[in-house]
């Protein structure tokens, strides 16, 4: 089965750049999409498509996906972006809907 | 507004079963695949299952395969989930959450808030 690893944790300061990590094999060849998900509450998606962002999300959430990585990258990070961000990609060899490991950022 | 509301989730012992609902508002559920999604305590996100549009394909994890089921009713902008044989590992909060193109699995860009299922005796 597909598998999608993300670093468990990334701390940033408020005000500087969170890059956080996809890799999965050859996923370059896949479309990703981000998930931010605050304690709580249901996840929300920030980006799709790698890059796109639905109406509503700033600017500061951007994504790219090359090779076996994908990256989530939170410009001007703000103490409001704390959270668990999950990458998902379906996997059409099998026709099943894989997430990634999680990732949980921290806003120093 | 566009809204999904999960309901029907609570305690059961293992091997019996329980049905989830999902209903639908604010948007032509009829237009859109949908998906469950499930979140054991303190664990990540697992996809369970897709339905299409118009309920002619659905795929299934393989943790549940053969013991869930998914359904939908466009008429009553509903959509289901049947779980049968139910285990303590399928502890969780379900999540019922739309495709956001109506053909191909693509991103989830509606949630709804969960129904917490218990499997304990």
């Known amino acids: 089965s597909y598998v999608l690893t993300q670093p468990p944790s990334v701390s940033v300061a408020p005000g500087q750049t969170a890059r956080i990590t996809c890799g999965g094999n050859?996923?370059?060849?896949?479309?990703v999409h981000w998930y931010q998900q605050k304690p709580g509450q249901a996840p929300v998606l920030v980006v799709y498509d790698d890059s796109d962002r639905p109406s509503g999300i700033p600017e500061r959430f951007s994504g790219s996906n090359s090779g076996n990585t994908a990256t989530l990258t939170i410009s001007r990070v703000e103490a409001g972006d704390e959270a668990d961000y999950y990458c998902q990609v379906w996997d059409s060899s099998s026709d099943h809907g894989v997430f990634g490991t999680g990732t949980k950022v921290t806003v120093l | 507004q566009v809204q999904l509301v999960e309901s029907g989730g609570g305690v059961v012992q293992p091997g019996r079963s329980l049905r989830l609902s999902c209903a639908a508002s604010?948007?032509?559920?009829?237009?859109?695949?949908m998906h469950w999604v499930r979140q054991a305590p303190g664990k990540g996100l697992e996809w369970v299952a897709v339905i299409w549009y118009d309920g002619s394909n659905k795929y299934y994890a393989d943790s549940v395969k053969g013991r869930f089921t998914i359904s939908r009713d466009n008429s009553k902008n509903t959509l289901y989930l049947q779980m049968n044989s139910l285990r303590a590992e399928d502890t969780a909060v379900y999540y019922c959450a739309r495709n956001r193109a109506a053909g191909d699995p693509d991103a989830f860009d509606i949630w709804g808030q969960g129904t917490m299922v218990t499997v304990s005796s």
């Open positions: 050859n996923i370059g060849s896949k479309s």
């Open positions: 604010g948007f032509t559920f009829s237009s859109y695949g």
